[in-house]
């Protein structure tokens, strides 16, 4: 049979009667078993100790035992004691109700259910079918009253007048319901995460629930708002912490229904404090792990950047405009870790001091620094060649030169021993023209001396077709055409962007003269307004 553990006896409270006996004994499969029952509880009486015996139970050990549920045991009356035995008195004991003030604990609706005083229906919120999780609850804690209370038995018989005294210890257990669990570690590529169900019963102290979500490295979280409620004063954060140190993604006062925030790192973590328990706030989210990937790379002053895939995997690759150099690594990967990173820094596009520019169609070459100054002591020679039967049309769109010895020469040819169409020193105002190039080249140089400094130069330049004029440009402005190519014929109207007036020309210009093609005017300026 199934031990029970030992349970307190009564205290007498009411006069004292007969004692009834009750039997748990398991059913034998034998005739007339009741005396032999009966003898065992006459022999257990005769004992000293019979008061540490443990009573028996008809449904087990429980917090409450029924008064109702004590009844005398059906069956024949004792039999009489043996000629040679002497005599015994029956004992007398108090007839208040067996009850057991602690025992084994049995299911959570059987046992609460049994407690005066505690709500009925309430029953210890569930653990999760997933994640792990530890809870934070209040300490059970137990209260002995040692209250010694005696009751008398009086055994007539031989000896009258001999009165037998116990002693009676009560123990009252009382527990304090913890919180509903609410620390927890979640794992997996996607899940939901809910406030704690309110306890029925007061606890003291208060809320503090603490929640990690974790996904694969390479993949972040995102985080939904499927609804929230908080009372006042109680505050909610949510950290990335899969970095060196947490980032603050959000609190309470930016949580809304419906927000999705997104975590750039594998790990994010959720903290929720209340005061005023049992009656906290909810709350109700839904997470997902989604692909991380690389930042866009920025794109280089003077270049350009293009990019096959942010994941990890993909490359971006980088480029300057015609004048500058690249400096750095022209092509960065995208590799995978706990937060993707690319394989180097982006790189920068420096203007060059000096360059060839082989089959030059349309671009510019300015000097070092541009659009901030130059530096001292340059000597920088550019080349610039146009593809085989194209001619070259140089535009000044700025030149800046420091006074002294700083000196740009631009030659009708290929090497420095080719004749000038122009000199900075000889010359005071820019041609607004421009220049035309006889041939498939021009040389370009610049030098400065040991002091001084200034912005240098812009220089655009446009390869055209023998028998065509080249192509028009305007600063701040744009224009159309009647042939795209330019040949002899083609008309061409400006116009300026807002805030600007045409100046110095004519707003319609046209290419002429079939032995050598021009443009009849000059292409126009837009001055920007006071």
Not at 232 to 261: W, Y
Not at 482 to 506: A, I, K
């Amino acid at each position: 049979s199934a031990e029970v553990e030992p349970t307190a006896l009564p205290t007498p409270e009411e006069r004292e009667a007969e004692a009834h006996f009750v039997s748990t004994a398991p059913t034998l499969k034998i005739l007339n078993h009741h005396p032999l029952l009966e003898d065992l509880l006459h022999e257990a009486f005769l004992k000293k100790d019979y008061l540490a015996q443990a009573p028996f139970l008809p449904a087990g050990a429980g917090p409450l035992l029924p008064s109702g549920a004590l009844q005398p045991a059906p069956g024949p009356p004792a039999p009489k004691p043996s000629p040679h035995t002497p005599a015994l008195p029956r004992p007398v004991f108090p007839t208040d109700p067996l009850t057991t003030p602690a025992g084994r604990p049995g299911p959570w609706g059987e046992a609460w259910g049994a407690v005066p005083g505690v709500d009925p229906s309430w029953s210890p919120p569930g653990v999760p079918e997933s994640g792990t999780e530890s809870s934070s609850q209040a300490p059970t804690t137990a209260s002995t009253s040692l209250a010694p209370r005696t009751g008398a038995a009086v055994v007539p018989g031989d000896e009258e007048g001999t009165t037998t005294t116990s002693t009676i210890t009560t123990t009252t257990v009382t527990t304090l319901q913890g919180p509903a669990p609410c620390n927890r570690t979640l794992a997996g590529p996607e899940g939901w995460l809910v406030s704690p169900e309110p306890a029925g019963v007061p606890y003291d102290g208060s809320l503090d629930c603490t929640y990690t979500i974790s996904v694969y490295p390479g993949y972040g979280v995102e985080l939904k708002v499927e609804n929230i409620s908080l009372a006042e004063g109680e505050t909610l954060t949510v950290e990335s912490a899969g970095g060196l140190e947490p980032i603050l993604l959000a609190n309470e006062s930016f949580l809304l229904r419906g927000q999705v925030i997104r975590s750039p790192a594998n790990l994010l973590t959720l903290r929720f404090q209340s005061p005023r328990p049992p009656s906290p706030g909810s709350y109700h989210f839904h997470y997902q792990a989604y692909l991380l990937s690389c930042p866009f790379p920025a794109r280089p002053a003077f270049g350009e950047v293009s990019v096959s895939s942010l994941h990890p995997g993909g490359d971006a690759r980088f480029r300057c405009t015609t004048g500058y150099q690249l400096q750095g690594a022209r092509r960065l990967l995208c590799r995978n870790a706990t937060r993707p990173f690319w394989s180097a820094r982006e790189p920068l596009c420096l203007a060059a001091c000096g360059g060839v520019v082989r089959n030059a169609t349309v671009g510019r070459i300015v000097s070092p620094g541009f659009p901030g100054n130059y530096s001292n002591n340059l000597t920088c020679h550019w080349l610039l060649e146009a593809p085989d039967g194209h001619r070259l049309h140089l535009h000044f769109e700025k030149v800046s030169l420091a006074e002294d010895d700083d000196r740009l020469i631009i030659r009708n040819g290929n090497n420095v021993e080719a004749p000038p169409v122009y000199d900075s020193y000889e010359v005071e105002y820019l041609p607004i023209e421009g220049l035309l190039s006889t041939g498939r080249h021009f040389f370009v140089e610049l030098t400065t001396d040991s002091s001084g400094a200034a912005a240098g130069m812009a220089l655009r330049y446009e390869a055209f077709e023998q028998g065509h004029c080249y192509e028009p440009f305007v600063k701040y402005g744009n224009f159309t055409t009647s042939d795209p190519r330019y040949p002899v014929g083609t008309t061409v109207e400006f116009s300026c962007d807002p805030g600007y007036t045409l100046e110095q020309g004519s707003t319609i210009i046209e290419c002429v003269d079939p032995s050598d093609p021009q443009w009849n005017e000059t292409e126009p300026a837009c001055r920007g307004g006071c």
